[in-house]
């Protein structure tokens, strides 16, 4: 039996390279680098970053408020090219699904979206810098980029024509567990998001400590303009524009979605191990356990050590590997059920 239908191979290499877009995507938005490029798509006109003492006084002359700063414009480019490869894969991959349209089991309407979604990804990522970091925009593409991400993977899994070994005990017992793992990928999904909004309205550390909050449990807070996604849009909102309790209230809400995450996640996995069935569920079921482990960590280090650049990109990764393997799960548990 082949390893997978026509485009499969293409399709995890995608998937990889969409999970370098979306690390390099929070590189670039943790640098403060979204706005190292002030025209899109150049940078300061030029298709790279400009490099000679004449490039240079030329861009400055043509974009007067966006001093040049190489250090900023280059993480934005690098993102750009990436994430414009990435749209090529995924026409290719639609490409080779129209061809092969008419083969048993082949997907056509998912790679289909996937397109137009990376069409859209494109046109908020000129918006992110158009509309100079405007929280919603930044917020959609950021999520945009891990609905990308996780549908490719989704896409290689239908795919793959390895057969899936399948539990050992009896199948009611997993078929149970699908609500419960729906939930944990709806909480995480609305976690990322929240995660988004605190990063692009800069509320990472608007709380330094743990686990108060400015040594209180309860501190002031402003959940009506933390979430107020009806805002005008502004000149520009690198470094953010909302006021400190409605940061901390951003910060509290993420903090909190953090713990009903990992309670959710947790009782899965417990739940999983003790319906141990087949090595293949055993061992998603150790990366899953393993893999929240280190979010939690990564998280508290975010704050405890005033979110350095590597910890926050790794804090990103972490939720979009935490992101596959609960769409991997549900996969699995969903083609459990037809047997």
Known sequence: ?????????????????????????????????GLGCPDW???????????????????????????????????????????????F??????????????LPGQPFKLPLFLLVLVIAQGLFGMWTVTLKLWPQVVTAHLLG??????????????????PWQQPSVPVRQWTNLRPLAMLALVLLICQIFL???????????????????????????????GFDITQDIGPNYLGGQMEGDARTAIHMA????????????G?????????AGSAEMRGLTHILLALLIIQVSLGISN??????????????????????TLVTLNYRLKKVSTF
Not at 203 to 217: E, F, N
Request: with cysteine.
């Open 89 to 102: 894969l995924i026409i290719c991959i639609n490409v080779i699904a129209w061809r092969n349209r008419h």
């Open 267 to 275: 009782t899965l996995v417990f739940k999983l191990y003790k319906n």
């Open 303 to 324: 704050i405890a050590f005033s979110l350095p650049l590597w910890v926050a990109v790794a804090h990103n990764a972490g939720g979009a590997l935490l992101l596959l």
């Open 1 to 33: 039996m082949k390893s997978g239908k026509p485009s499969y191979t293409l399709v995890v290499f995608a998937t990889f390279f969409a999970l370098c877009v979306v690390i390099l995507g929070a590189w670039t938005r943790l640098e403060d680098a």
């Open 145 to 162: 980029g891990f609905t990308t991400l996780s549908l490719l993977w989704l896409l290689g899994l239908r795919l793959n024509n390895r």
């Open 195 to 225: 995660g988004g909004w605190t990063s692009s309205n800069y509320a990472a550390l608007a709380c330094p400590d743990l686990p108060t909050c400015h040594g209180q449990w309860l501190p002031a807070m402003d959940f009506g303009r």
């Open 254 to 265: 993420h903090r909190i979605g953090a713990l009903l995450v990992t309670l959710v996640i």
């Open 41 to 87: 798509p150049g940078c300061y006109g030029f298709f790279s970053v400009p490099d000679t003492a004449e490039e240079i006084a030329q861009a400055e002359a043509a974009f007067p408020h966006a001093p040049f700063e190489a250090d900023k414009a280059w993480p934005e480019v690098i993102h750009r090219y990436f994430a414009g490869t990435l749209g």
